[in-house]
């Protein structure tokens, strides 16, 4: 197992010894897992043509390290708990024994249907057993595998199986969630009709059982592929750098792109961080509410928590269902140790009142993460009090897609937490703070944007089918250095706080998602001629959707505005949809042409009292007019 730090005085020898030496660093702990063939140097690193591998021709599977090394010493101990929709439904668990016998069940039956190493298999799924071990499935088999969250649309949807080119795509009949029956199946139909030229077969999980259009041509049940194959596969042998995963997030320009992970860099990283961040003990229950369809669902409730040999809970269903203690009631329930949320969940429960935590026993809670988005003061307070009474810390875990792990947070019981700062950066990260010149801040108490100057295992190696963006996005701003797209501030003791994103993306209720991309679906939408598209600080999403937008109608109305909102449904997905619309006559630009968003931010922010030097826009006067039927809250 690699390294647990026990102290204040070992994290501190581990990290001088990881910027030190970071290739015996990681050496060391990369020795502790089963590789096929050793590597033969640590890593290999070039910023500016943007190249870095590690792990060099080192030869392994990820699942091999997930799920048979542990059934010697944990074979009949639970790897996956899975907590359904309905409070009073059964939960299920699997061994790791068992886990094995279904992932090889599962890679077996996607070899039959010609799924081969290099392959891309799209995941359209619920929260169920069955995702997680058809993505395990995969990996088994050298697949590539990019899971969409099931909350976006058809258009979405197809847009990264297209990117993807994948050859399957494996979905359920229908999506429980809450209340809701919701018909995916239906939704990969519709993705089939608009394009995905490239998949041959779609494998249909069997849910709920509700009825489903069905084209023997391509579909599939995943009962007569999976079910009757034997459950022996081996593991494809992976070379260090071959891909895991795609996994598609929004950026601030265009389309949202394919990130990239590989196998060997992201085994070591993703078990190193789970199993400091959460320091977690033989035992444990360990539960992630992350969908997987995020970053932070295939990092900590699959790879890093399988790694470490540790049980992780996976949950069907939404935080409010049947009612707002249903956190709480699960945290009881299985007696949960490690508890990591959002807060934007976090926010949302809080609203609810002190009586739902109240009502359950908690005790069992040994640490609290918190992932996604910048947590407040009075949220943090909450959760540290509410949830944790005063004895669970709470981690404030930063990182991103393209870090594939945690990257800033406090160790819980070794080193402090102060509210709303993620703190110290963990052993192998090197985040710098650069002014906009690219000039390295070495004092404390600074703000700056946040860079990282040296490579750790999981990062990011390309965006997939376009090296170039990946090299332009996020290596091309400061030079020899990684940018994040973070604004953060360093206080007088070298803790970091990320205050958010200095770029166009907006963080929506922990959603990722790009302005451009929300204006470009705005501008499906018959009437309407040019929009822009902000964040502003919301309660409880912690950023909410402002749209400024003109449009040819001749009633700009409730109804119009609902007809936008539908557009955004269809072209990204409900959680795109703008909160607030305002129907402008003109938008501020400079004389160039560009939208002066600095001033719409502020405008939409509630904050538009001082807006500064607005003289040398081409269009002074409008803004003027955008204040007066700004929508106030
Ligand atoms: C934001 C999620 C403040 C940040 C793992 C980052 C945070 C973006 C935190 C990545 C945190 C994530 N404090 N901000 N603890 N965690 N963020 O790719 O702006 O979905 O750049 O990865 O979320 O979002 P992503």
């Not at 790791?96 to 069940?105: D, G, H, P, S, T």
């Not at 999976?226 to 265009?254: A, H, K, N, W």
């Not at 360093?490 to 970091?496: A, L, Q, T």
Request: proline share 5%; net charge negative.
């Amino acid at each position: 197992m690699t390294t647990q730090i026990k102290s204040r005085a070992q994290y501190l020898e581990e990290y001088a010894a990881s910027v030190n030496d970071p290739e015996a660093f990681w050496r060391k702990e990369a020795e502790t897992f089963k590789w096929q063939q050793p590597f033969d140097a640590v890593v290999d690193w070039d910023f500016r043509e943007l190249n870095v591998k590690w792990f060099l021709n080192g030869k392994l599977n990820i699942t091999e390290n997930c799920l048979d090394r542990h059934i010697e010493n944990r074979g009949d101990q639970l790897a996956l708990i899975w907590e359904p929709n309905g409070a009073d439904e059964a939960s299920k668990g699997y061994t790791y024994k068992e886990l094995l016998a279904e992932v090889n069940r599962c890679a077996n039956g996607l070899k039959s249907k010609g799924v081969q190493k290099g392959d891309r298999v799209i995941f359209y799924m619920p929260m169920i057993p069955e995702l997680a071990i058809a993505v395990l499935a995969c990996a088994r088999i050298g697949a590539i595998h990019s899971v969409v969250f099931a909350g976006f649309s058809a258009q979405a949807l197809t847009d990264r199986v297209d990117d993807a080119e994948a050859k399957m795509i494996i979905c359920a009949d229908y999506n429980r969630r809450g209340y809701k029956n919701i018909p995916v199946k239906q939704v990969v139909d519709e993705a089939m009709d608009i394009g995905c030229n490239s998949v041959e077969s779609v494998l249909v999980f069997k849910n709920t059982g509700d009825e489903v259009n069905w084209s023997d041509d391509v579909d599939c049940w995943w009962s007569d592929i999976v079910t009757d194959q034997s459950d022996i596969c081996r593991p494809e042998i992976m070379d260090s750098e071959d891909v895991l995963f795609i996994l598609y997030t929004s950026g601030s320009t265009g389309k949202p792109k394919g990130v990239v992970h590989t196998c060997g860099g992201y085994m070591v990283y993703t078990c190193y961080s789970f199993r400091n961040v959460f320091q977690y003990q033989e035992g444990d229950i360990y539960w992630c509410t992350a969908d997987i369809g995020w970053i932070t669902g295939h990092s900590y409730i699959l790879y890093g928590p399988l790694l470490a040999g540790a049980t992780s809970m996976m949950f069907e269903g939404v935080p409010t269902y049947p009612d707002a203690g249903r956190f709480w009631a699960i945290c009881e329930k299985h007696r949960v140790n490690q508890f990591y949320t959002a807060p934007t969940a976090i926010r949302a429960l809080m609203a609810r009142g002190d009586e739902w935590p109240a009502k359950y026993d908690l005790s069992a809670l040994k640490v609290l993460g918190s992932v996604g988005e910048p947590i407040n003061e009075e949220a943090w307070h909450w959760y540290n009090d509410k949830i944790g009474k005063g004895k669970a810390p709470i981690v404030d875990t930063w990182w991103q897609t393209e870090t594939g792990g945690i990257m800033l947070s406090p160790l819980p019981h070794i080193t402090d937490t102060k509210p709303t700062y993620a703190g110290y950066p963990l052993p192998g990260i090197q985040p710098v703070l650069v002014n906009s010149d690219g000039k390295i801040l070495n004092d404390n108490n600074v703000e700056g944007l946040l860079c990282i100057k040296f490579p750790w295992p999981s990062m990011i190696r390309t965006t997939y089918g376009d090296h170039n963006r990946c090299k332009e996005v996020y290596f091309s701003m400061f030079d020899n250095l990684y940018f994040t797209g973070d604004g953060a501030r360093r206080d007088e003791d070298g803790r970091i706080r990320v205050i958010g994103r200095v770029d166009d993306v907006i963080n929506v209720s922990g959603h990722r998602m790009g302005t451009a991309e929300v204006e470009n679906a705005i501008n499906e939408q018959e009437s309407v001629i040019e929009s822009a598209v902000v964040g502003y600080p919301h309660p409880i999403k912690g950023q909410g959707i402002y749209a400024f937008i003109i449009s040819s109608a001749k009633k700009l109305d409730d109804e119009l505005k609902l007809e936008i909102c539908k557009t955004v449904s269809k072209e990204i997905g409900p959680i795109a949809k703008p909160d607030c619309i305002q129907f402008v006559d003109g938008l501020p630009k400079t004389r160039s042409g560009k939208i002066m968003r600095r001033i719409l931010r502020k405008i939409a922010s509630d904050d538009d009292a001082h807006l500064g030097d607005i003289s040398t826009l081409l269009n002074p006067d409008i803004v003027e007019l955008i204040k007066k039927g700004a929508i106030r809250r």
